[in-house]
């Protein structure tokens, strides 16, 4: 998608980008699309798509505590404190002893790329909406899109799935939802994700987690038949607890800086004189001390 928007942009809007854009579309897109979405393709084939989307939503919490780390961050109010420890209590619930409440764990390694992919996709978010990209929103989605792409593609490079591609065995199912992906996923649902971040703040952008466990776990049992078990409907209930917690909490923000201006101090006529009386006998010395040097 990157590859077919970025020259149309380009063309459009007549922004040359800088090397300083292009390192933040490589670092965001790295981040986003290799580490984040990579992480979330690879992880299902092991964890169901509505708990993934579960695990997904954590993006939200994830940003409130970068907001924080960060220099000059803001520390999350008590009602956001609790959520954070709701949401990773819910974490705990899905990855949690075998067999509790009669219902299997989620495979342990699968919920930590997706929890990394988490943590990944909420830092590349505050990278592309602080690093400096620029001023055309959707120029920076194609850098970014286009950036991200050729890092999955060098990675599936040395990872040999080319070799295991054969297109000839792939499904007309199999090339919808691709197409679907680019057009929706990559063409929509991305470009509106980087465009809107660009105008609005981190925290209300990620209220998409309010939506997308719910649809991918209603989506999931629906289609193709995913289960749904007594731990992943309370773990459910916990983690979007937390995330409207978090979402829905008032931020700080941090004090203003006062500055307080002095009058201006009334001069001092006395200490002007000492200073211009010092000044004419310094000078006199020295035209004194160059004659008597000269002629003497």
């Known amino acids: 998608m990157g590859l077919f928007l970025y020259p149309v942009l380009r063309r459009k809007t007549g922004i040359k980008?800088?090397?300083?854009?292009?390192?933040?579309?490589?670092v965001a897109g790295a981040l986003l699309l290799f580490v984040g979405n990579g992480g979330v393709s690879w992880a299902e084939q092991t964890v169901p798509s509505g708990v993934t989307a579960?695990?997904?939503?954590?993006?939200?919490?994830?940003?409130?505590?970068?907001?924080?780390?960060?220099?000059g961050g803001v520390r999350p109010a008590p009602r956001v404190a609790m959520?954070?420890?709701?949401?990773?209590?819910?974490?705990a619930l899905l990855v949690g002893p075998a067999h509790l409440g009669?219902?299997?764990?989620?495979?342990p390694v699968?919920?930590?790329?997706?929890?990394?992919?988490?943590?990944?996709?909420?830092?590349?978010?505050?990278?592309?909406?602080?690093?400096?990209?620029?001023?055309?929103?959707?120029?920076?989605?194609?850098?970014?899109s286009f950036a991200g792409g050729v890092i999955l593609l060098i990675a599936a490079m040395f990872a040999g799935e080319f070799r295991e591609l054969h297109l000839g065995a792939v499904s007309m199912r199999s090339w919808l939802a691709l197409v679907y992906l680019v057009v929706c996923g990559s063409g929509i649902g991305f470009s509106a994700y980087l465009y809107i971040l660009q105008k609005s703040t981190a925290a209300r952008v990620a209220t998409y987690a309010f939506v997308n466990p719910v649809v991918a776990l209603f989506l999931g049992w629906l289609i193709v038949g995913e289960t749904i078990?007594?731990?992943?409907?309370?773990a459910a209930a916990v983690i979007l607890t937390a995330v409207i917690l978090v979402i829905t909490a008032?931020?700080?923000?941090?004090?203003p800086v006062t500055v307080r201006f002095l009058p201006p101090a009334k001069p001092d006529c006395s200490a002007s004189l000492r200073r211009t009386g010092v000044r004419i006998f310094g000078e006199s010395f020295?035209?004194?001390?160059?004659?008597?040097?000269?002629y003497f």
Not at 250 to 255: M, T
């Open 229 to 234: 078990t007594l731990r992943t409907i309370l």
């Open 83 to 91: 959520g954070l420890l709701m949401g990773f209590a819910g974490l």
């Open 17 to 26: 980008p800088t090397g300083a854009n292009w390192r933040t579309a490589i």
């Open 250 to 255: 008032p931020h700080r923000q941090p004090a």
């Open 110 to 144: 699968g919920a930590a790329v997706l929890v990394i992919a988490s943590l990944a996709w909420a830092c590349g978010s505050l990278y592309s909406k602080h690093g400096g990209m620029p001023s055309s929103p959707m120029l920076g989605v194609a850098m970014q």
């Open 286 to 294: 020295r035209i004194d001390l160059l004659f008597g040097l000269r």
């Open 54 to 71: 579960l695990l997904v939503a954590t993006v939200s919490l994830w940003l409130v505590i970068l907001d924080w780390l960060r220099p």
């Open 102 to 107: 009669g219902s299997e764990r989620v495979n």
